[in-house]
């Protein structure tokens, strides 16, 4: 079976036209597929800047709620036991609450050292508070915070700080 000569080049010519249409189709296909990639490595970039600005916030919040760190902000003079004692509390949540959303950025056992951490130093500065007279000078109770701090070293901030940055460093 002879091909004529014309024959011959309208096969090669149909078989280099169906190749670009196989290079162009995927070519497109991986276009899309590049897209998609990009689309997806956005999302989980977005997502690490989140969590990593999450644990920021927590991290300045284990700093706000120490125990030393509270009483250096809040000025004790002029103030009774009681209207010290209520004003720390009162710190405590104010800065707790402004960073209750962030819960979803974190682990939960990270959100549950965070909650820790404000039950706990709630629950010492109760207990000394309740350790003095209640119209007594709130520089005594501020006085007391500090000796339990320097005394025992067991600030909860200093665990949760390490957990923050393992959390973190994780993430990175």
Not at 32 to 50: P, S, T, Y
Not at 67 to 88: C, F
Not at 130 to 155: C, F, H, M, Q, W
Request: overall charge negative.
């Amino acid at each position: 079976m002879h091909l004529s000569e014309g024959t011959v080049q309208n096969i090669i010519f149909g078989a280099i036209f169906m190749f670009f249409i196989a290079i162009a189709w995927l070519l497109a296909e991986f276009k899309g597929m590049k897209d998609e990639i990009k689309e997806r490595l956005g999302i989980n970039n977005e997502v690490i800047k989140l969590k990593l600005q999450a644990l920021e916030r927590f991290t300045l919040y284990a700093e706000r709620s120490s125990l030393k760190n509270l009483i250096s902000r809040t000025p004790a003079a002029g103030m009774t036991v009681v209207d010290l004692q209520l004003s720390l509390l009162e710190a405590l949540r104010t800065e707790y609450e402004y960073n209750v959303s962030q819960q979803i950025y974190v682990s939960p056992k990270m959100w549950e050292a965070i909650g820790n951490l404000k039950d706990q130093n709630s629950f010492i500065i109760n207990q000394l508070a309740a350790t003095l007279p209640s119209d007594a000078n709130g520089i005594e109770l501020s006085k007391r915070i500090l000796e339990y701090v320097a005394s025992t070293d067991a600030e909860l901030s200093k665990t949760v700080l390490s957990a923050l940055q393992f959390e973190a460093k994780r993430i990175l």
